[in-house]
């Protein structure tokens, strides 16, 4: 993880900073204090910034060439692209811009959060979903209602707040919860994928060799980044029809194949480790388990006691 911190009361300092930052911009402003604080928390594939702008900034900025979801907590935000003017409150979650356009308008005396990631994340959560097979747009910027709005802040806020602060969180870890960013950020706000028809699964290639091909891959490769587009890839066959292939003949999933197997390889772990040396949660993070406690509830009902316990009895 990298961070970096910035702090000016200089318009000067301030746009070239967040030209560096986000992408080439002219920022203005009139007012005693035009004092500018950003911190940015970063990983591969994303960062989350912690905004706070003293003053009514106005400002003409250039394409991000990412997506950019903003959750305002305090003041207002004024976006106009073409075809649209946008005015944001406190609360709300939402798409700044599109990835490749240009946007101008103010930041009024705003605190906010900003989460950039790749806009091929999008693509790579819809074909998980087996939603498409194509590149992914986000079509609106608002989220769809406002439990969608929720949920969407509440993602943020929890890759700001306990992944990328977390200097224990393995690359699994953090990759698992952009991975999830991605796909709540297509749950909550319009794209191009809405109203589509799934694609026919051709049951030819959902077969047991395929199976087979697919459960050989998770298992050699469950300590990497691995998705269901990898995992496919891995079987010959589309994403799809992987998944059918694991709902036919071994009644889970691909990516709940990957977490059990995950979850096998946590649980030898802990019986071979030395309590002194290591503990419950290194060892869950180390196997993409971000939650502890939704760790320790799956790891119960499969092996019919908490993983501390698992840890304790390697010491005798």
Same mark, same amino acid.
């Given at each position: 993880?990298?961070?970096?911190?910035?702090?000016?009361?200089?318009?000067?300092?301030?746009?070239?900073?967040?030209?560096?930052?986000?992408?080439?911009?002219?920022? !203005?402003? $009139? =007012?005693? &204090?035009?004092? +500018?604080?950003?911190?940015?928390? /970063?990983?591969?594939?994303?960062?989350? @910034?912690? %905004?706070?702008?003293?003053?009514?900034?106005?400002?003409?900025?250039?394409?991000?060439?990412?997506?950019?979801?903003?959750?305002?907590?305090?003041?207002?935000?004024?976006?106009?692209?073409?075809?649209?003017?946008?005015?944001?409150?406190?609360?709300?979650?939402?798409?700044?811009?599109?990835?490749?356009?240009?946007?101008?308008?103010?930041?009024?005396?705003?605190?906010?959060?900003?989460?950039?990631?790749?806009?091929?994340?999008?693509?790579?959560?819809?074909?998980?979903?087996?939603?498409?097979?194509?590149?992914?747009?986000?079509? !609106?910027? $608002? =989220?769809? &209602?406002?439990? +969608?709005?929720?949920?969407?802040? /509440?993602?943020?806020?929890?890759?700001? @707040?306990? %992944?990328?602060?977390?200097?224990?969180?393995?690359?699994?870890?953090?990759?698992?919860?952009?991975?999830?960013?991605?796909?709540?950020?297509?749950?909550?706000?319009?794209?191009?994928?809405?109203?589509?028809?799934?694609?026919?699964?051709?049951?030819?290639?959902?077969?047991?060799?395929?199976?087979?091909?697919?459960?050989?891959?998770?298992?050699?490769?469950?300590?990497?980044?691995?998705?269901?587009?990898?995992?496919?890839?891995?079987?010959?066959?589309?994403?799809?029809?992987?998944?059918?292939?694991?709902?036919?003949?071994?009644?889970?999933?691909?990516?709940?194949?990957?977490?059990?197997?995950?979850?096998?390889? /946590?649980?030898?772990?802990?019986?071979?480790?030395?309590?002194?040396?290591?503990?419950?949660?290194?060892?869950?993070?180390?196997?993409?388990?971000?939650?502890?406690?939704?760790?320790?509830?799956?790891?119960?009902?499969?092996?019919?006691?908490?993983?501390?316990?698992?840890?304790?009895?390697?010491?005798?």
């Amino acid at each position: 993880m990298e961070t970096l911190r910035f702090e000016s009361s200089d318009l000067e300092a301030t746009e070239a900073f967040m030209s560096r930052a986000y992408a080439p911009m002219r920022i !203005g402003g $009139r =007012a005693r &204090d035009t004092r +500018a604080r950003v911190a940015r928390t /970063a990983a591969e594939r994303v960062s989350v @910034d912690k %905004v706070a702008i003293d003053f009514t900034m106005a400002y003409d900025v250039g394409a991000l060439n990412r997506v950019a979801l903003l959750t305002l907590h305090t003041g207002a935000i004024a976006a106009t692209a073409p075809g649209r003017d946008e005015l944001y409150g406190p609360g709300e979650s939402f798409l700044i811009t599109q990835p490749d356009r240009p946007y101008t308008g103010e930041v009024r005396a705003a605190r906010y959060t900003v989460a950039l990631f790749d806009t091929e994340l999008l693509t790579e959560a819809a074909v998980t979903s087996a939603r498409t097979r194509g590149p992914v747009a986000l079509t !609106g910027n $608002r =989220a769809i &209602d406002p439990a +969608a709005n929720r949920r969407l802040g /509440a993602t943020v806020a929890f890759l700001r @707040d306990h %992944v990328l602060v977390d200097p224990d969180a393995g690359g699994l870890v953090v990759a698992t919860a952009v991975r999830h960013l991605a796909a709540v950020t297509l749950a909550c706000l319009p794209n191009s994928t809405t109203g589509e028809e799934p694609h026919r699964t051709d049951s030819r290639d959902a077969g047991g060799a395929t199976l087979r091909r697919a459960a050989a891959f998770i298992e050699d490769n469950a300590h990497r980044d691995i998705g269901l587009a990898d995992i496919a890839a891995a079987a010959y066959v589309t994403p799809r029809a992987a998944q059918y292939a694991f709902s036919r003949h071994a009644g889970t999933t691909p990516l709940g194949y990957l977490r059990r197997v995950r979850l096998d390889r /946590a649980h030898a772990e802990l019986k071979a480790a030395d309590p002194g040396l290591t503990s419950v949660g290194a060892i869950a993070v180390k196997w993409g388990f971000a939650h502890q406690g939704r760790f320790a509830a799956a790891y119960r009902t499969v092996y019919g006691v908490p993983p501390s316990a698992t840890l304790q009895d390697a010491d005798r």
